[in-house]
């Protein structure tokens, strides 16, 4: 468990060390699926939605997350979207292929320099016709319009600010489903990348989130839910 590598060095070996460690064994995470997800086999159940809006030029997100049925496995599915004007300045600052993933359907470009949340909420309106999305939490910094929109269009619209009291255990279960590869991301190349960049942060007492801060580009969309 890569969070839990600091704690041991201090502790165990007198070290000194970072406080900011790498979260999510890549190894674990690619486990966890063998390939992209069929959505039609997803219409019409249970699922719960996390929403991440940007506040200018980083990746805005859409998520749902879709409890096991008798095989256990979590199911997630996701939608990104980045301003169109700076993208290519994003890419290489970021160093990821934005354009490659936009031509592979991984990412949507919104006109302007500034995410067009009017693009972001038709889409979840659609998506909540195929499928049952019981609630949707969202980090209430930025969001408070258009969660209001979507609250007034039918939604159940749940505000969970991030910290280490609403976004521990929630970590702590994610992690535990990467490593017994029971969170099946569909091999998305763009949950992959947050994947392998997030990195957590821990309080005194050991309790841990994911840190956006030292993140470059990373959503905590999917960590709400």
């Known amino acids: ?11 165990h070996l007198n070290e000194w060390t970072e406080q900011h460690v790498r979260w999510l064994p890549l190894s674990h995470w690619d486990a966890c699926s063998k390939g992209p997800l069929d959505e039609k086999a997803l219409e019409g159940r249970d699922c719960f939605g996390g929403l991440d809006l940007s506040t200018k030029v980083d990746l805005t997100t859409f998520v749902l997350l ?6 256990r496995i979590w199911r997630v599915l996701a939608w990104f979207w980045i301003p169109a004007a700076g993208a290519f300045e994003k890419e290489r600052t970021d160093r990821v292929p934005y354009s490659v993933w936009e031509k592979q359907g991984f990412i949507e470009k919104t006109e302007g320099d500034v995410i067009d949340c009017d693009v972001i909420r038709q889409r979840i ?4 016709q195929r499928f049952r999305i019981k609630d949707v939490g969202f980090d209430p910094w930025n969001a408070t319009q ?6 007034s269009d039918g939604l159940t619209m ?13 970590s702590k279960e994610l992690h535990a489903l990467v490593a017994s590869h029971r969170f099946d991301h569909g091999r998305n190349p763009i949950l992959r990348w947050n994947a ?5 942060r821990k309080d005194a007492n050991e309790n841990y989130m994911p840190d956006e801060a030292r993140a470059r580009g990373v959503s905590t969309a999917s960590w709400p839910v």
């Open 1 to 11: 468990m890569p969070s839990a590598q600091n704690a041991f060095r201090q502790k």
């Open 158 to 170: 749940v505000e969970v600010r991030q910290g280490t009291a609403t976004m521990g255990e929630p």
């Open 66 to 71: 879709f409890p096991p049925d008798e095989d």
């Open 196 to 200: 392998s960049n997030v990195t957590v």
């Open 125 to 128: 309106l659609d998506l909540s």
């Open 146 to 151: 258009i969660a209001s929109q979507l609250g």
